[in-house]
């Protein structure tokens, strides 16, 4: 007997890199005519590595122990920065410090107790939201000249009191600009990116793979009503992501796809479908076997 359509269209996805979940997800991404995906890890390779490590004047801490007290932290997370932090200071040979209480903000950071005094390690805007102006000054113009760079700045807190500031690049998929290019061929609109990195940052990303539309410094609910507006308007969604901040979103959206190799487990878990290559250009390869196969059934 021949394989129904959509059958074949899922093992037809599988052999370019792509698990599709089931066949009624097989036939929803050949309807989605709105992309909009996350910046870290799915945009970008996702294998940041730090460039910068500035330990705050006045502080006691030297480049070394500032990463490795960053790292401390960063050991319990599965986010891409969080990788590139724990590889710096394991490159460099560092003694990591034991922690007790880690916990996790998507979106924000993470914190965790060293040495009897809490360490958190995130996102500069939101964590210096609550620091007093003056203390924070300085720290907002080293982090402000990282951005400016295109570097993602992420802050160190001792205390509640910033100690240091790191720089983390990350390179652009090689074939992000020619999938951006195929997925607006194939909506008929071009693909908003929605990321919770800094907007200096993310504008200077998107500008390079052809992206118009930028939402940054997105909180995960933020993510959601971004899709949300689009779907209110009529709109059928396809969210591309990788991370625990994504999840929510691609749980919104209409059909979700995560990036597999890197991706965190929640996303995978809630996303219709996984990249396992880790070829960002299947997803137009897809959307094309969709519609082919949806052509198929009668
Ligand atoms: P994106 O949407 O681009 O994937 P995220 O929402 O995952 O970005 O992260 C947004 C911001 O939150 C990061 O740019 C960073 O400043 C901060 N952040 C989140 N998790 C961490 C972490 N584990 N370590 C350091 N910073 C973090
Ligand atoms: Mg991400």
Redesign the pocket.
Same mark, same amino acid.
């Given at each position: 007997a021949t394989m129904p359509p959509l059958l074949s269209a899922i093992a037809n996805a599988g052999r370019h890199g792509v698990l599709v979940k089931s066949a009624v997800v097989m036939e929803r991404l050949g309807q989605v005519d709105a992309i909009a995906l996350?910046?870290?890890?799915?945009l970008t390779e996702g294998t940041p590595r730090v460039t910068d490590i500035r330990p705050l004047a006045g502080t006691d801490l030297s480049e070394n122990a500032l990463l490795a007290l960053a790292a401390a932290v960063?050991k319990s997370?599965e986010?891409p920065?969080?990788r590139a932090?724990v590889e710096a200071a394991r490159t460099r040979g560092l003694n990591i410090p034991d922690t007790q209480d880690f916990s996790?903000t998507?979106?924000? *950071?993470?914190t965790a107790t060293v040495d009897g005094r809490t360490i958190a390690?995130?996102?500069?805007d939101?964590l210096l939201d609550g620091a007093g102006e003056a203390a924070s000054a300085c720290v907002i113009s080293i982090v402000a000249g990282l951005e400016d760079e295109g570097r993602?700045?992420?802050l160190v807190q001792r205390d509640g009191a910033p100690v240091g500031v790191l720089g983390i690049a990350d390179r652009l998929r090689p074939d992000a600009a020619a999938t951006i290019a195929s997925l607006t061929a194939l909506t008929g609109s071009t693909p908003l990116l929605?990321?919770?990195?800094?907007a200096r940052a993310a504008a200077r990303l998107a500008e390079e793979v052809g992206i118009t539309d930028v939402r940054a410094g997105?909180l995960?609910q933020d993510?959601v009503t971004a899709v949300q507006g689009l779907e209110a308007a009529g709109r059928k969604v396809l969210v591309i *992501?990788?991370?625990v901040?994504?999840a929510p979103a691609l749980a919104a959206a209409h059909t979700g796809i995560a990036m597999g190799r890197a991706g965190s487990d929640l996303a995978l878990e809630t996303a219709d479908a996984v990249i396992v290559r880790d070829e960002l250009g299947t997803v137009p390869t897809v959307v094309s076997l969709s519609r082919a196969a949806r052509r198929l059934v009668v």
């Open positions: 996350d910046k870290t890890g799915t960063e997370s986010h920065l969080a932090v996790s998507p979106g924000i *950071g993470v390690v995130g996102a500069p939101r993602t700045a992420v929605l990321t919770g990195d800094n997105l995960p993510k *992501g990788d991370g901040n994504d």
